[in-house]
């Protein structure tokens, strides 16, 4: 098992090192001037060929990556050619907003969307079953800016129950000033026990988290309902029932039990996704997450921020998919080496 | 005549689909007395293990059950789920074709063994592991505490099943019913699991329906035997009788395909023709598009059973006399006699 | 149960008081940003921090864009030597920074020799200085290697906002860290980082307080314009500081709640046309060209309404523009003369569209459209601005036409006629890769004169503009108009072409 982690975790290593190499080169191949990017509109051919030196873009290719590697190695991406800010800094704020979000949203599926797969596949060919399925399929049907929007026009627009967007209001980030402890601002605010923050933050994340999870929930419910119909057809199943075991015993214990190893596969997946993914979410309710940060870096050929921030995003999908291997050697027997 | 432990009367299963309706079981007729050991032979999709979770009320959705099932006198047919959970194990425990399927490979022997025994009789977590210690000395099943301990993946397809055979009898059936038992399993494994079944019968006087398509390991086993087609049994009689002079023109093809008693080959051969699709079931006696015998009126009325003898039945029009072995007709339609 | 009831119920009042959607607090302004400010260094920002940070700095002397002409703000006067070479600016007393040190002449001089010396953001508007000396505390004299109006120089929105001394000491760095000191009447609070920048009062700015103002300034980042729209009808928000689409003013024409203000800017979009490349090195086939273009239709169709189409390629609202003899929409004269060209059929030019701009697009589109009833063919190559500005300034990536949005860093028609038409080596943003040395000549005295004798430089201007139209080397589109939107309360909305920016001290609750 020790012999097992470390062989996955140098693999990780390997792995970070080829995807480092290949955003590296594919970001110096792709068209697109950064420099010009960088420096404004009007600048003027000095102030490119300025610039271009001070990010050592003169250089030949092979020069750059050693320096890129070295910095890298040090925990060094440069500065963002777009925002200007440290890579590292504005990656290290920005996914800890992504974090937040995903965990939360990733809960909720657990918490909401496993139950009624569950429900569905028990059930199954029953009219919840069909209501389920119907839904789900009108679910991934609309696309995630549409939920959101209909639900800032419903909850703020209509009701005015919610924020629009951001993550706290104006008036609470400059009268309510607490600690960045952990840069989730649902735990800061409680950390610093300042309740009107926490109601305020946990306000605004509602609506970016119900879109999130509203638009991943059809996936997770349709598969959740896939596998738990394949265990309830398991031989061990039948026998269950066979000697007696009450239905809801054998569904919720017993087959659940053997359904949420390939789940944690597909909670990591999603959380994984989610990572990456929430692109749209954050656009739509100006979320200062990973998600608009990346789409942003790379159509605006900000290298460095897309180099870094791709890095952090393949170890965090890397460290979610290994977490998940070493979990099933704990939830199955069969892999265990006795 | 002794008592009826298992006793099933015009049982119909059927299968509602969207443009059809598949008829597994058509009127099926089957009786298990204290202490016998029933084989109940067949193709498979004859509607034989159908039958089976028939017994346990375990016909899973949409089926819809109608007839009698009576396990120890207790009706099965129309009772909710919560009335059948004593019955389930309790009355008539069930062991499957695929030992190491039919464990759950998430929890230990010991632990699924306590679970279902705690489920039967009122004992504390201490007396179900003797209860089930107990059951797995009874079945031979090698150092028995260690075992215990073990996952499914950890035992072989032998031990698994004397583990299953202990399952059951922990719960002090009165009827076991062991559903291809031996099927999945090497030959001398099926040999040593035969064996332990005759033994436990002639030991504890358990009552076993045994389900195989092999009727080779009926004659070694069995006391009885019923032959199933296409949702009906066609005959029953005693081991003897249906295995050396057979009536129904489908038991002796069944016969004709093993290819010598007892050598234990589990492979059906092959039977000319199709077998019928249960949602369109040929008209009158299911078997006459295979049937040599066949005559005009078996394509128009399902022969009710009669006797031949003492409790040899059979459901044919043109069923082969005593000792009469080779069939008369050739072509498919000829006047019988 | 009941427990699962008062939970709900708690949850309920929690985010029912966390959040009351409605106006923003009183003495607050809410301004709706789609861009986060990137460069917080007075002698770098060269882009749309303008829009922040010109209500937090000021620069000596502030355009008039009615007179065309620099007024005083931070120097109360100015003189120029006859030679037009040696610049005296008398600076204003009683002035202090918003960290309390006074406003004078050392305080200048340091941060104009900071931005010379960095070279960075729009540090080229200073070229033609030599040196700056603090005569005494408030006089500042400045010397120039040849003659340039300084005075509109000392306007511009980028290179000539002065900070403090002390500020200016801590560098780059410390800036970036989202810190402004300045002058103005509103200082920096509060920088959180995509979300939004909030300024106060400051309460002792040299311009006075009526007692009116906003006291706080929230600029709020909203991506989305529809998001922004929403805010602005919930009242959370005051203004759109990004321009909205013109479609979008539109359908916002009847609600009574918001009100468009429509301003003259010196934006506009000349199309510029490839004279190194063929066939569009034919002088006649570019004359052709240029009569394909509806440009009503710009002005009107694309832009909405919020557009005119111009009489020369620089904006009629910027001084020295005038009014040419600009190509109209005439496909029959733009055939004649594509015909008299000479060049062989079949007619086919490469036109270079940059994503991010949707007009940019629908611009193209159109002109292929009227193009292919000519018989030219137009192949439309679209990328990022970065990319097709890149490979425009080369010949062998070049297209045969180029369509850009500009605009003038200070108060000069020379953003357009010397940055875009001179001749250049390497280039830079002679998108034509023009180089006629007729023009040069004119154009320099131009510019020569433009900082003793404006209304010499304006013809000068005008003569080269005539020959640079008579070569055809650009099609003037369209004069952009700025549209601001905003709720029907607030009052004071104002924009200065000179200034992408709105001046929050002018702004007033109704």
């Known amino acids: 098992m020790y012999r097992y982690i470390a062989q996955r975790l140098l693999l990780l290593v390997v792995t970070l090192i080829g995807v480092a190499t290949i955003t590296f080169f594919l970001s110096r191949v792709l068209p697109g001037s950064p420099v010009e990017m960088m420096i404004g509109f009007h600048p003027t051919a000095e102030q490119i060929a300025a610039a271009k030196k001070e990010l050592g873009l003169d250089q030949p290719l092979h020069r750059q990556y050693v320096r890129f590697v070295s910095e890298a190695i040090r925990g060094d991406f440069g500065i963002s050619l777009r925002t200007k800010q440290p890579v590292v800094e504005e990656i290290g704020r920005r996914s800890l907003a992504t974090i937040e979000l995903t965990l939360l949203t990733t809960l909720l599926l657990v918490v909401v969307g496993v139950p009624i797969g569950v429900i569905s596949a028990v059930h199954s060919n029953s009219p919840v079953d069909h209501t ?168 605006a050929s900000d290298f460095p921020a897309a180099v870094g921030v791709t890095l952090v995003l393949a170890s965090a999908y890397l460290t979610v998919n290994l977490v998940v291997d070493l979990l099933y050697f704990v939830a199955d027997p069969r892999l265990r080496r006795a | 005549m002794s008592e009826e432990v298992l006793a099933i009367r015009d049982l119909r299963i059927e299968f509602p689909e969207l443009f059809r309706t598949v008829e597994a079981v058509r009127g099926a007729d089957l009786s298990v007395r204290r202490g016998e050991i029933m084989g109940l032979v067949g193709e498979s999709g004859c509607g034989k293990s159908m039958t089976a979770m028939a017994c346990l009320g375990l016909v899973p959705p949409p089926g819809r059950v109608s007839g009698h099932v009576s396990v120890d006198g207790f009706e099965v047919v129309g009772r909710p789920d919560r009335e059948l959970l004593p019955v389930r194990g309790g009355l008539a425990a069930m062991i499957f074709q695929n030992p190491g399927k039919a464990l759950n490979p998430f929890f230990t022997i010991g632990r699924q063994l306590t679970d279902v025994i705690r489920l039967h009789h009122r004992h504390g977590e201490r007396e179900s592991r003797e209860v089930a210690l107990e059951a797995l000395r009874s079945v031979h099943l090698p150092d028995p505490e260690i075992a215990l301990g073990r996952y499914p993946h950890q035992l072989s397809g032998g031990q698994l099943q004397r583990a299953m055979i202990a399952m059951a009898l922990a719960c002090e059936p009165k009827v076991l019913i062991a559903d291809e038992p031996t099927t999945a399993l090497d030959v001398t494994i099926q040999a040593q699991v035969i064996v332990l079944l005759r033994e436990l019968a002639d030991a504890r006087g358990l009552t076993i329906l045994f389900i195989t398509h092999d009727l080779g390991v009926v004659g070694s086993l069995c006391d009885r035997v019923s032959v199933m087609y296409a949702g009906r049994v066609v005959e029953v009689g005693s081991v003897r009788d249906v295995l050396e002079s057979p009536a129904h023109p489908y038991t002796r093809k069944l016969l004709a395909t093993v290819p010598k008693l007892g050598d234990g080959h589990s492979e059906l051969a092959f039977i000319p023709g199709q077998v019928p699709d249960m949602a369109f079931p040929p008209s009158g006696c299911a078997f006459h598009p295979r049937c040599e015998r066949a005559s005009p009126v078996c394509t128009k009325s399902d022969p009710d059973g009669r006797d031949l003898g003492a409790m040899h039945r059979v459901a044919c029009h043109h069923a082969h006399g005593g000792g009469e072995t080779e069939a008369p007709g050739t072509a498919n339609g000829a006047p019988a006699r | 149960m009941d427990r699962l009831k008062h939970l709900l119920a708690a949850l309920g009042t929690a985010l029912a008081v966390a959040f009351s959607p409605g106006a923003s607090a009183a003495g607050t302004v809410t301004l709706l940003d789609s861009f986060d400010v990137i460069d917080w260094d007075p002698a770098i920002y060269y882009s749309a921090e303008t829009r922040v940070v010109l209500n937090i700095y000021e620069t000596l002397t502030h355009y008039n864009p009615d007179t065309g002409e620099a007024e005083p703000q931070l120097a109360t006067s100015w003189s120029v030597s006859d030679d037009g070479l040696t610049w005296t600016f008398n600076l204003r007393e009683g002035v202090k920074f918003h960290d309390g040190s006074d406003w004078n002449a050392a305080a200048a001089k340091a941060n104009l020799d900071r931005v010379r010396e960095m070279g960075k953001g729009a540090a080229y508007i200073w070229d033609a200085v030599t040196e700056i000396t603090a005569t005494d505390a408030h006089t500042l004299t400045i010397t120039t290697s040849y003659p340039a109006p300084l005075d509109l120089v000392a306007s511009s929105q980028y290179a000539a906002t002065m900070a403090s001394p002390a500020a200016l000491e801590q560098g780059t760095d410390w800036f970036m860290e989202g810190n402004a000191v300045g002058t103005g009447p509103y200082r920096l609070v509060q920088w959180e980082k995509s979300q939004q920048v909030v300024l106060e009062k400051n309460e002792d700015y040299w311009g006075g307080w009526s007692g009116d103002e906003f006291d706080r300034v929230v600029y709020r980042l909203v991506a989305e314009v529809a998001t922004q729209v929403q805010m602005l009808r919930g ?271 002018n702004l007033r609750r109704m």
């Not at chain 1, 993550?167 to 409680?190: A, N, Q, W």
């Not at chain 3, 860093?409 to 180089?435: K, Q």
């Not at chain 3, 070569?471 to 924009?495: E, N, P, S, W």
Request: glycine share 8%; proline share 5%.
């Open chain 3, 235 to 505: 009242g959370e928000g005051d203004l759109m500081v990004s321009t909205a689409p013109a479609d979008l003013l539109h359908q916002l024409e009847g609600d009574p709640d918001l009100v468009v203000g429509v301003f003259n800017s010196w934006l506009n979009i000349p199309l510029m046309i490839n004279v190194g490349m063929a066939p569009t090195d034919n002088r006649k086939f570019r004359q052709g060209l240029t009569y394909i273009m509806d440009y009503a239709a710009i002005a009107n169709d694309i832009y909405g309404g919020y557009g005119s189409v111009p009489k020369s390629c620089v904006p009629q609202a910027m001084w020295g523009s005038g009014e040419h003899d600009v190509a109209q929409f005439d496909l029959d004269k733009a055939k004649m003369l594509l015909e008299q060209s000479g060049v062989p059929k079949p007619w086919k030019v490469t036109y270079h569209a940059y994503t991010g701009r949707q007009e940019i697009m629908q611009i193209a589109e159109l002109y292929q459209a009227l193009a292919a009833q000519v018989g030219v063919e137009v192949e439309l190559l679209t990328g990022e601005w970065p990319v097709l500005w890149k490979k425009q300034t080369k010949q062998e990536s070049a297209a045969n036409m180029f369509a850009v949005l500009w605009w003038a860093d200070w108060p000069t028609p020379a953003g357009w006629l010397e940055t875009m038409f001179r001749s250049e080596d390497p280039i830079v943003f002679n998108f034509s890769h023009y180089s006629n040395p007729d023009y040069d000549v004119v154009l320099d005295e131009a510019l020569r004169l433009q900082g003793s004798d404006q209304a010499m430089a304006v013809e000068k201007f005008m003569e080269a503009q005539r020959i640079a139209y008579d070569d055809a080397i650009a099609m003037c589109l369209v004069d952009l108009q700025k549209t601001i939107l905003h709720r029907a309360d607030l009052g004071g909305v104002d924009y200065n072409a000179a200034y992408e920016t709105v001046s929050v001290y």
């Open chain 1, 132 to 299: 389920v399925r119907t839904l789900s399929i009108a679910g991934v049907a609309f696309p995630v800016f549409i939920v959101g929007m209909l639900l800032q026009m419903l909850f703020y627009g209509k009701l005015g129950w919610l924020p629009l967007q951001g993550r706290l209001s104006s008036e609470v980030y400059l009268d309510h000033p607490f600690d960045r402890v952990t840069g989730m601002f649902l735990i800061d605010t409680l950390l610093a026990r300042d309740y009107v923050a926490f109601r305020d933050a946990a306000a605004h994340i509602v609506l970016p988290l119900a879109t999130l999870t509203l638009v991943t929930l059809p996936l997770v419910t349709r598969i959740t309902r896939n596998l738990m119909m394949e265990v309830l057809q398991e031989d061990y199943v039948r026998t269950a029932l066979a000697y007696g075991m009450p239905r809801r015993v054998v569904y919720y214990r017993y087959a659940l039990k053997a359904m949420l190893i390939p789940l944690m596969t597909v909670v990591g997946l999603t959380l994984g996704f989610l990572l990456g993914g929430s692109v749209v979410v954050e656009f739509v309710f100006d979320w200062p997450g990973l998600g608009g940060y990346v789409a942003r870096s790379i159509a």
